[in-house]
């Protein structure tokens, strides 16, 4: 089988060369009362980052693609609608799966990390043939929060930079493998949410494998909810789950701020402005897109993956 590897040299910086180039200036003026210094050292990381991000680029050309619609009979262009009397019954069926999975305990981080790049991996190998190494570093804090402060997770497709803002629980080896995706070049929101959750699914470890469904029954409740804050609380208390469950979800949907949902709001429209521009559906591809990708590729009778993967 052929290899890659996508250096990401950025992710190993103790800090993100993005955020000294923004706010190094910044920090420069407060502390010393002069810009200049912050200045050198802005222009310093950008050259760092231009550097690490040119080499990746250069990489990363040579990476075979996944063939969506040729693999799943499903693509962002390609989508049926999932029924809603379907996310209904699935909804109650996942519910039921998951309380009868066990609870593994979850390692560190780090180690978390690399066994979700693992898998990950190996997945996407076994579809083009071509097995992609990436880096499996995570930080832990970049400006992007503050930027979005609705995102669970971000990547920096241009340095492969990623960060999880805080403890997910069950619903982390999900959030990282959405995010190792993206650093392996996959930039459509989709795509990633479809990789990531087959990875998992497949994996044959619990843990992984209960982010998985836990992550499509989120979705499944986003969607049926439309956004609103009381209708996917509603949902959550007829599912009757165990105290565990019940929280991480609730955690995912928590009433926000004013000013956390001034903020949300304005760049939530923005960033679906965003990926609309580039060939995507725009925010929906997390959940009613992901969820009937997932639809369309079990009914699919053209996929060369079994749609047997895309059943609960």
């Given at each position: 089988?052929?290899?890659?590897?996508?250096?990401?040299g950025?992710?190993?910086?103790?800090?993100?060369?993005?955020d000294?180039?923004?706010?190094?200036?910044?920090?420069s003026?407060?502390?010393l009362g002069a810009?200049?210094?912050?200045?050198?050292?802005?222009a310093?990381?950008?050259?760092?980052?231009?550097g690490?991000?040119l080499?990746?680029?250069?990489?990363?050309?040579?990476?075979?693609?996944?063939?969506?619609?040729?693999?799943f009979?499903?693509?962002?262009d390609a989508?049926?609608?999932t029924?809603?009397?379907?996310?209904l019954d699935?909804?109650?069926?996942?519910?039921?799966?998951?309380e009868?999975?066990?609870?593994?305990?979850?390692?560190?981080?780090d180690e978390?990390?690399?066994r979700?790049n693992?898998?990950?991996t190996?997945?996407i190998?076994?579809?083009?043939?071509q097995r992609?190494?990436?880096s499996?570093?995570?930080?832990e804090?970049?400006l992007a929060?503050?930027v979005?402060?609705f995102?669970?997770?971000v990547c920096d497709?241009?340095s492969?930079d990623?960060?999880?803002?805080?403890?997910?629980?069950?619903?982390?080896?999900?959030v990282l493998?959405h995010?190792?995706?993206?650093?392996?070049?996959?930039?459509k929101?989709?795509?990633?949410?479809?990789?990531a959750?087959?990875?998992?699914?497949?994996?044959?470890?619990?843990?992984?494998?209960?982010?998985?469904?836990?992550?499509?029954?989120h979705?499944?409740?986003?969607?049926l909810?439309?956004?609103d804050?009381?209708a996917y609380?509603?949902?959550?208390?007829?599912?009757?789950?165990?105290?565990d469950?019940?929280?991480?979800?609730?955690?995912?949907?928590?009433?926000p701020?004013a000013?956390?949902?001034?903020?949300?709001d304005?760049?939530?429209?923005?960033y679906?402005q965003?990926?609309k521009?580039t060939?995507?559906?725009?925010?929906?591809?997390?959940?009613?897109?992901?969820t009937?990708f997932?639809?369309t590729f079990?009914?699919?009778g053209?996929?060369?993956?079994?749609?047997?993967?895309?059943?609960?």
């Amino acid at each position: 089988m052929d290899e890659i590897r996508i250096p990401n040299g950025a992710t190993y910086a103790p800090v993100a060369l993005t955020d000294l180039m923004a706010g190094a200036p910044l920090a420069s003026r407060l502390l010393l009362g002069a810009t200049l210094p912050g200045r050198l050292v802005s222009a310093a990381a950008f050259g760092l980052y231009a550097g690490h991000a040119l080499r990746d680029w250069s990489v990363r050309r040579e990476v075979r693609k996944v063939d969506f619609f040729g693999e799943f009979g499903s693509d962002v262009d390609a989508l049926e609608a999932t029924p809603r009397s379907h996310r209904l019954d699935e909804i109650a069926h996942l519910a039921a799966r998951l309380e009868s999975m066990e609870t593994p305990a979850a390692p560190p981080r780090d180690e978390l990390a690399r066994r979700v790049n693992r898998h990950l991996t190996e997945f996407i190998a076994g579809l083009t043939d071509q097995r992609v190494l990436t880096s499996d570093r995570v930080r832990e804090f970049t400006l992007a929060k503050v930027v979005f402060p609705f995102a669970m997770g971000v990547c920096d497709f241009i340095s492969g930079d990623v960060a999880v803002f805080k403890d997910l629980g069950v619903l982390e080896p999900h959030v990282l493998a959405h995010e190792f995706t993206h650093r392996k070049g996959y930039f459509k929101e989709l795509h990633a949410q479809a990789l990531a959750y087959l990875a998992l699914v497949t994996s044959g470890d619990p843990l992984l494998e209960r982010a998985a469904l836990f992550e499509r029954m989120h979705r499944q409740l986003k969607v049926l909810s439309d956004g609103d804050f009381r209708a996917y609380h509603d949902h959550v208390d007829g599912l009757e789950l165990d105290r565990d469950l019940d929280r991480a979800l609730r955690a995912l949907r928590p009433e926000p701020a004013a000013y956390q949902s001034l903020v949300s709001d304005t760049m939530r429209a923005l960033y679906d402005q965003r990926l609309k521009l580039t060939g995507q559906n725009g925010l929906s591809d997390y959940d009613r897109g992901f969820t009937d990708f997932l639809w369309t590729f079990g009914r699919s009778g053209s996929a060369r993956q079994d749609p047997a993967l895309a059943a609960v």
